[in-house]
T-cell receptor, first 113, second 116 residues
Framework: ETGVTQTPRHLVMGMTNKKSLKCEQH?????MYWYKQSAKKPLELMFV???????ENNSVPSRFSPECPNSSHLFLHLHTLQPEDSALYLC????????????FGPGTRLTVT | QKEVEQNSGPLSVPEGAIASLNCTYS??????FFWYRQYSGKSPELIMS????GDKEDGRFTAQLNKASQYVSLLIRDSQPSDSATYLC????????????????FGRGTQLTVWP
């Protein structure tokens, strides 16, 4: 596989469920990002990891928990979500955090019921 | 507050015309600028990056940057129906901005429709 992959592509979960989103990049990059895209709103940065270290948490509620075991993999653990958390969750990567182009995965369309 | 403003559109042009997409940003110290294309239901795809004042051309796409006016634009020549998408402008304030290192600020996007 090439580029940035994300699984699952679609997820429906109840408010009491626990699920995880997975992102993998095959570009040899060292920075990875989670974004949230809701209808009619700009892309919102959630978390940034640079060389496996979290460098930014954009005031994200604790029901979203990121994990970056290595520079190629990024997870977003979800628990007790709210219906307003329904959105497209996008993973991106770049060579390093800084003035570098970011490349996005296909996203996970999340619906919270 | 770092803001990136785009005309939400929709912008509608006939096939073969030049589509002009505009973006303004609030942080005067911004260092790098990107245009992404996003088809409905898909993720953003990087199409252009520009770092210096002036024009940068890549095929039918030309990005134009004017840092003094805090303005970046994307021109699409010979527009095709396949260019119909939402175009996102993204700005990175740059490495000397502390915790904003490597952070992209996105506009809401301009929806472009190219009709045959």
């Amino acid at each position: 596989e090439t580029g940035v992959t994300q699984t699952p592509r679609h997820l429906v979960m109840g408010m009491t469920n626990k699920k995880s989103l997975k992102c993998e990049q095959h570009l040899g990059h060292n920075a990875m990002y989670w974004y949230k895209q809701s209808a009619k709103k700009p892309l919102e940065l959630m978390f940034v990891y640079n060389f496996k270290e979290q460098t930014e948490n954009n005031s994200v509620p604790s029901r979203f928990s990121p994990e970056c075991p290595n520079s190629s993999h990024l997870f977003l653990h979800l628990h007790t979500l709210q219906p307003e958390d329904s959105a497209l969750y996008l993973c991106a990567s770049s060579p390093r955090q800084g003035d570098y182009e970011q490349y996005f995965g296909p996203g996970t369309r999340l619906t919270v019921t | 507050q770092k803001e990136v403003e785009q005309n939400s559109g929709p912008l509608s042009v006939p096939e073969g015309a030049i589509a002009s997409l505009n973006c303004t940003y609030s942080d005067r110290g911004s260092q790098s600028f990107f245009w992404y294309r996003q088809y409905s239901g898909k993720s953003p795809e990087l199409i252009m990056s520009i770092y210096s004042n002036g024009d940068k051309e890549d095929g039918r796409f030309t990005a134009q940057l004017n840092k003094a006016s805090q303005y970046v634009s994307l021109l699409i020549r010979d527009s095709q129906p396949s260019d119909s998408a939402t175009y996102l402008c993204a700005v990175n304030p740059g490495a000397d901005r502390g915790s904003t290192l490597g952070r992209l600020y996105f506009g809401r996007g301009t929806q472009l429709t190219v009709w045959p």
